[in-house]
Protein backbone atom coordinates (compact mmCIF):
# COMPACT_ATOMS: atom_id res chain seq x y z
CA UNK A 1 0.00 0.00 0.00
CA UNK A 2 3.15 1.89 0.89
CA UNK A 3 4.77 1.62 -2.16
CA UNK A 4 1.50 2.21 -4.66
CA UNK A 5 1.09 5.90 -2.69
CA UNK A 6 4.41 7.09 -3.49
CA UNK A 7 4.19 5.51 -6.82
CA UNK A 8 1.17 8.02 -7.37
CA UNK A 9 2.60 10.71 -5.99
CA UNK A 10 5.33 10.27 -8.54
CA UNK A 11 3.11 10.14 -11.27
CA UNK A 12 1.25 13.07 -10.30
CA UNK A 13 4.07 15.22 -9.82
CA UNK A 14 5.29 14.42 -13.33
CA UNK A 15 1.89 14.41 -14.70
CA UNK A 16 0.99 18.24 -12.76
CA UNK A 17 4.12 20.24 -14.12
CA UNK A 18 6.60 18.67 -16.23
CA UNK A 19 6.81 22.33 -18.20
CA UNK A 20 7.53 24.03 -14.57
CA UNK A 21 10.04 20.76 -13.85
CA UNK A 22 11.84 21.14 -16.90
CA UNK A 23 12.60 24.75 -16.72
CA UNK A 24 13.66 25.05 -13.22
CA UNK A 25 17.43 25.35 -13.96
CA UNK A 26 19.80 24.68 -10.87
CA UNK A 27 23.45 26.73 -11.22
CA UNK A 28 26.17 26.28 -9.08
CA UNK A 29 28.64 29.58 -9.42
CA UNK A 30 32.31 28.33 -9.19
CA UNK A 31 31.77 25.05 -7.20
CA UNK A 32 35.12 24.03 -5.67
CA UNK A 33 34.56 20.44 -5.05
CA UNK A 34 33.58 17.57 -7.06
CA UNK A 35 32.04 16.13 -4.15
CA UNK A 36 29.66 18.68 -3.88
CA UNK A 37 28.54 18.74 -7.71
CA UNK A 38 27.36 14.86 -7.05
CA UNK A 39 25.72 16.05 -3.90
CA UNK A 40 23.47 18.33 -5.53
CA UNK A 41 23.32 15.95 -8.57
CA UNK A 42 22.21 13.21 -6.12
CA UNK A 43 19.86 16.02 -4.67
CA UNK A 44 18.66 16.41 -8.21
CA UNK A 45 17.90 12.81 -8.80
CA UNK A 46 15.86 12.74 -5.90
CA UNK A 47 13.65 15.36 -6.54
CA UNK A 48 12.90 14.61 -10.19
CA UNK A 49 14.53 17.87 -11.66
CA UNK A 50 17.51 17.78 -14.65
CA UNK A 51 18.76 20.68 -15.61
CA UNK A 52 22.12 21.50 -14.31
CA UNK A 53 24.75 24.45 -15.55
CA UNK A 54 28.25 25.16 -13.83
CA UNK A 55 30.12 27.83 -13.98
CA UNK A 56 33.30 28.26 -13.82
CA UNK A 57 34.11 25.29 -11.42
CA UNK A 58 37.11 24.13 -10.51
CA UNK A 59 38.67 20.89 -12.87
CA UNK A 60 36.87 17.89 -12.03
CA UNK A 61 36.54 14.25 -13.86
CA UNK A 62 32.66 13.44 -14.39
CA UNK A 63 33.27 10.01 -13.87
CA UNK A 64 33.98 10.91 -10.15
CA UNK A 65 30.20 12.33 -9.73
CA UNK A 66 29.06 8.44 -10.57
CA UNK A 67 30.54 7.76 -7.54
CA UNK A 68 28.40 10.08 -5.64
CA UNK A 69 25.51 10.34 -7.32
CA UNK A 70 23.93 6.99 -9.12
CA UNK A 71 21.37 6.43 -11.54
CA UNK A 72 22.16 9.66 -12.43
CA UNK A 73 24.04 9.47 -16.01
CA UNK A 74 21.32 11.77 -17.82
CA UNK A 75 21.79 14.47 -15.55
CA UNK A 76 25.55 14.34 -15.64
CA UNK A 77 25.64 13.94 -19.84
CA UNK A 78 22.99 16.81 -20.15
CA UNK A 79 25.26 18.84 -17.43
CA UNK A 80 26.28 22.82 -19.15
CA UNK A 81 29.46 24.27 -18.38
CA UNK A 82 29.90 27.99 -18.79
CA UNK A 83 32.97 30.24 -18.52
CA UNK A 84 30.54 33.14 -16.66
CA UNK A 85 27.63 33.72 -14.97
CA UNK A 86 26.01 36.24 -17.99
CA UNK A 87 26.36 33.66 -20.39
CA UNK A 88 25.10 31.07 -18.25
CA UNK A 89 22.09 32.81 -17.07
CA UNK A 90 21.40 34.46 -20.81
CA UNK A 91 18.15 32.67 -21.64
CA UNK A 92 16.98 32.66 -17.76
CA UNK A 93 13.96 34.76 -17.19
CA UNK A 94 13.77 34.69 -13.34
CA UNK A 95 17.03 34.10 -10.57
CA UNK A 96 16.45 33.46 -7.25
CA UNK A 97 20.26 33.61 -5.24
CA UNK A 98 20.83 32.00 -2.13
CA UNK A 99 22.63 33.41 0.67
CA UNK A 100 22.81 32.51 4.58
CA UNK A 101 24.55 36.60 5.17
CA UNK A 102 22.92 39.76 5.34
CA UNK A 103 23.14 42.11 2.09
CA UNK A 104 22.92 46.34 2.35
CA UNK A 105 20.27 47.04 -0.01
CA UNK A 106 18.94 43.62 -0.45
CA UNK A 107 15.87 42.44 1.40
CA UNK A 108 16.19 38.12 1.18
CA UNK A 109 12.99 35.93 1.52
CA UNK A 110 12.43 33.36 3.89
CA UNK A 111 9.73 32.34 2.67
CA UNK A 112 10.76 29.21 0.53
CA UNK A 113 7.27 27.53 0.02
CA UNK A 114 5.92 30.60 -1.47
CA UNK A 115 8.79 31.27 -3.57
CA UNK A 116 8.92 27.94 -4.54
CA UNK A 117 5.64 28.23 -5.79
CA UNK A 118 6.16 31.86 -7.69
CA UNK A 119 9.00 29.95 -8.90
CA UNK A 120 6.99 27.52 -10.43
CA UNK A 121 4.77 29.62 -11.97
CA UNK A 122 6.86 31.47 -14.04
CA UNK A 123 8.74 28.56 -15.25
CA UNK A 124 5.62 27.75 -17.27
CA UNK A 125 6.78 30.40 -19.49
CA UNK A 126 10.53 29.83 -19.54
CA UNK A 127 13.54 29.26 -17.47
CA UNK A 128 14.15 30.35 -13.78
CA UNK A 129 17.03 29.51 -11.92
CA UNK A 130 18.02 28.28 -8.53
CA UNK A 131 21.39 29.70 -8.36
CA UNK A 132 24.06 29.10 -5.47
CA UNK A 133 27.58 30.55 -4.74
CA UNK A 134 31.32 28.97 -4.11
CA UNK A 135 31.31 26.55 -0.95
CA UNK A 136 33.41 29.00 0.75
CA UNK A 137 32.34 32.68 0.79
CA UNK A 138 28.64 32.22 -1.45
CA UNK A 139 27.38 34.56 -4.09
CA UNK A 140 29.95 37.99 -4.67
CA UNK A 141 27.91 41.60 -5.31
CA UNK A 142 27.93 40.63 -9.38
CA UNK A 143 26.21 37.57 -8.77
CA UNK A 144 23.93 38.99 -6.42
CA UNK A 145 23.39 41.70 -8.79
CA UNK A 146 21.84 39.57 -11.44
CA UNK A 147 18.88 38.17 -8.49
CA UNK A 148 15.46 39.32 -9.15
CA UNK A 149 15.07 37.39 -5.38
CA UNK A 150 17.61 36.25 -2.93
CA UNK A 151 16.82 33.18 -0.87
CA UNK A 152 17.58 33.56 3.25
CA UNK A 153 16.69 29.85 4.19
CA UNK A 154 15.59 30.19 8.01
CA UNK A 155 18.15 28.11 10.06
CA UNK A 156 19.23 28.71 13.35
CA UNK A 157 20.93 32.25 13.78
CA UNK A 158 23.69 31.10 15.47
CA UNK A 159 25.08 28.64 12.50
CA UNK A 160 23.27 29.80 9.78
CA UNK A 161 25.58 28.70 6.82
CA UNK A 162 24.25 25.54 4.61
CA UNK A 163 26.19 22.57 3.46
CA UNK A 164 25.95 23.75 -0.84
CA UNK A 165 24.35 19.40 -1.15
CA UNK A 166 21.98 20.36 2.12
CA UNK A 167 20.47 24.01 0.79
CA UNK A 168 20.05 22.41 -2.78
CA UNK A 169 17.74 19.65 -1.07
CA UNK A 170 16.12 21.68 0.58
CA UNK A 171 14.90 24.21 -2.17
CA UNK A 172 14.24 21.34 -4.37
CA UNK A 173 12.19 19.29 -2.12
CA UNK A 174 10.17 22.64 -1.75
CA UNK A 175 9.85 22.98 -5.66
CA UNK A 176 8.81 19.28 -5.77
CA UNK A 177 6.46 19.89 -3.43
CA UNK A 178 4.91 22.99 -4.69
CA UNK A 179 4.92 21.23 -8.34
CA UNK A 180 2.50 18.38 -6.33
CA UNK A 181 0.32 20.97 -4.71
CA UNK A 182 -2.09 23.74 -6.47
CA UNK A 183 0.05 26.29 -7.98
CA UNK A 184 -0.62 30.11 -8.53
CA UNK A 185 -1.74 31.30 -11.56
CA UNK A 186 0.89 31.97 -13.86
CA UNK A 187 2.15 35.75 -14.35
CA UNK A 188 0.38 37.47 -17.55
CA UNK A 189 3.35 38.15 -19.53
CA UNK A 190 7.09 36.65 -20.24
CA UNK A 191 9.89 38.73 -17.94
CA UNK A 192 12.98 39.30 -20.11
CA UNK A 193 16.05 37.03 -20.13
CA UNK A 194 18.94 38.22 -17.81
CA UNK A 195 21.13 38.00 -21.71
CA UNK A 196 18.73 40.77 -22.88
CA UNK A 197 18.68 43.15 -19.62
CA UNK A 198 22.77 43.19 -20.00
CA UNK A 199 22.87 44.02 -23.49
CA UNK A 200 20.24 46.82 -22.64
CA UNK A 201 22.38 47.89 -19.62
CA UNK A 202 25.17 47.97 -22.17
CA UNK A 203 23.67 50.38 -24.47
CA UNK A 204 21.99 52.49 -21.59
CA UNK A 205 25.57 52.67 -20.16
CA UNK A 206 26.84 53.87 -23.65
CA UNK A 207 24.22 56.72 -23.98
CA UNK A 208 25.34 57.71 -20.57
CA UNK A 209 29.38 58.14 -20.95
CA UNK A 210 27.75 59.45 -24.93
CA UNK A 211 26.37 62.90 -22.66
CA UNK A 212 28.66 62.82 -19.81
CA UNK A 213 26.40 62.08 -17.22
CA UNK A 214 29.29 60.65 -15.17
CA UNK A 215 30.60 63.62 -13.67
CA UNK A 216 33.47 61.80 -11.48
CA UNK A 217 34.25 57.99 -11.54
CA UNK A 218 33.64 55.75 -14.35
CA UNK A 219 29.90 55.10 -13.11
CA UNK A 220 30.00 51.78 -11.85
CA UNK A 221 28.03 52.98 -8.75
CA UNK A 222 24.95 54.38 -11.36
CA UNK A 223 24.97 51.28 -13.15
CA UNK A 224 24.29 48.64 -10.57
CA UNK A 225 21.65 51.20 -9.41
CA UNK A 226 20.75 51.09 -13.02
CA UNK A 227 20.52 47.05 -12.97
CA UNK A 228 19.02 46.62 -9.58
CA UNK A 229 16.10 48.46 -10.97
CA UNK A 230 15.69 47.40 -13.48
CA UNK A 231 15.91 43.51 -11.76
CA UNK A 232 13.28 44.76 -9.47
CA UNK A 233 10.81 46.43 -12.38
CA UNK A 234 11.12 42.94 -13.90
CA UNK A 235 10.51 44.07 -17.28
CA UNK A 236 9.48 41.89 -20.65
CA UNK A 237 11.12 42.07 -23.71
CA UNK A 238 8.93 44.47 -25.29
CA UNK A 239 9.58 47.03 -22.20
CA UNK A 240 13.17 46.30 -22.62
CA UNK A 241 13.31 47.20 -26.16
CA UNK A 242 11.96 50.56 -25.76
CA UNK A 243 14.29 51.12 -22.78
CA UNK A 244 17.34 50.28 -25.39
CA UNK A 245 15.63 52.24 -28.22
CA UNK A 246 15.92 55.41 -25.98
CA UNK A 247 19.60 54.82 -25.70
CA UNK A 248 20.46 54.14 -29.28
CA UNK A 249 18.61 57.47 -30.27
CA UNK A 250 20.45 59.43 -27.42
CA UNK A 251 23.80 57.76 -28.56
CA UNK A 252 23.12 59.09 -32.30
CA UNK A 253 22.18 62.44 -31.29
Known amino acids: MGRALCANANMLCSYVAPIMIHNILIVLHRPRDVRNIGAVVRAMRNMGFARLRLVDPAPFDRADIGGIAHRSEAITAAMEVY ?10 QFVVGTSARPHTGRSPRADLATLAGEMLARAATGPVALLFGPEDNGLDTPALDRCHALLNLPCD ?5 LNLAQAALLALYELRHAAIGDLPPPPPRSSAPVGEIDRCLDLVSAALRRIDFHKSGDGATTERALRALLMRADPDARELALLGAIAREIIKT
Open 83 to 92: PDLGAALADV
Open 157 to 161: PIYPS
